[in-house]
Nanobody, 123 residues
């Protein structure tokens, strides 16, 4: 499975962006998926996760109410709608497919990773 993330960019604080993650095969449709983010010198951080069927979602506390994760299994694509963006959201965002049908906040539970897309929020 290959994951391709896109949709990053430069936005002002308070603005919105939508990230997309397309999978190369339908294998990912039975896997939990998630978005992580990373800034220089820091560990990769869980942002949001979604179960195989979209029924269960999990969020980092600091993004709750601002970010929404979703997926379209028919299109093998996952999304992250980000609103009310803050400068502290600036990072490279990575999508990942879990080893199981559910998402996890643990980095090692993910088998496949996308290449990352840069999100920069200016103040």
């Amino acid at each position: 499975v290959q994951l391709q993330a896109c949709g990053g960019g430069l936005v002002q604080a308070g603005g919105s962006l939508r990230l997309s993650c397309a999978a190369s095969k339908r294998t990912s449709s039975n896997n939990g998926m998630a978005w992580f983010r990373q800034t220089p010198g820091k560990e990769r951080e869980f942002v949001a996760g979604i179960s195989w069927n979209g029924a269960s979602t999990t969020y980092l506390d600091s993004v709750k109410g601002r970010f929404t994760i979703s997926r379209d299994r028919a299109k093998d694509t996952m999304y992250l709608q980000m609103s009310s963006l803050k400068p502290e959201d600036t990072a490279v965002y990575y999508c990942a497919a879990s080893r199981t049908s559910f998402s996890s906040t643990v980095y090692s539970q993910y088998k496949y990773w996308g290449q990352g897309t840069q999100v920069t929020v200016s103040s």
